[in-house]
């Protein structure tokens, strides 16, 4: 967890700091896990066109490489463009 989050806490006592650091800790592994879970499911459905063989076939694992790259490139550049809109949106006027 990127601890700079938990700077406005400080007036809290150590316990509810420790509480929000964990809580803070869980709603990241969850967005992480539904963005994988997304990944997984888009480009699944994308690229999976039969279930003849138990692996991919040469075309259809070459769409799930690509899909995923620009799954999460697309990931990558929003999470900057949030940071970048949020350090405007925290500087004092």
Same mark, same amino acid.
Request: aromatic share 6%.
């Given at each position: 967890?990127?601890?700079?989050?938990?700077?406005?806490?400080?007036?809290?006592?150590?316990?509810?700091?420790?509480?929000?650091?964990?809580?803070?800790?869980?709603?990241?592994?969850?967005?992480?896990? *539904?963005?994988?879970?997304?990944?997984?499911?888009?480009?699944?459905?994308?690229?999976?066109?039969?279930?003849? *063989?138990?692996?991919?076939?040469?075309?259809?694992?070459?769409?799930?490489?690509?899909?995923?790259?620009?799954?999460?490139?697309?990931?990558? *550049?929003?999470?900057?463009?949030?940071?970048?809109?949020?350090?405007?949106?925290?500087?004092?006027?």
């Amino acid at each position: 967890m990127d601890k700079s989050m938990l700077g406005d806490l400080d007036a809290l006592p150590e316990e509810d700091k420790l509480r929000m650091s964990a809580m803070i800790d869980q709603l990241q592994v969850r967005d992480s896990l *539904r963005m994988y879970n997304s990944l997984v499911e888009r480009c699944f459905t994308d690229c999976v066109d039969s279930f003849r *063989r138990k692996s991919l076939d040469k075309q259809e694992e070459t769409c799930v490489r690509r899909c995923a790259e620009k799954f999460l490139k697309h990931s990558m *550049r929003v999470g900057m463009r949030f940071a970048e809109l949020n350090q405007g949106a925290a500087t004092p006027d």
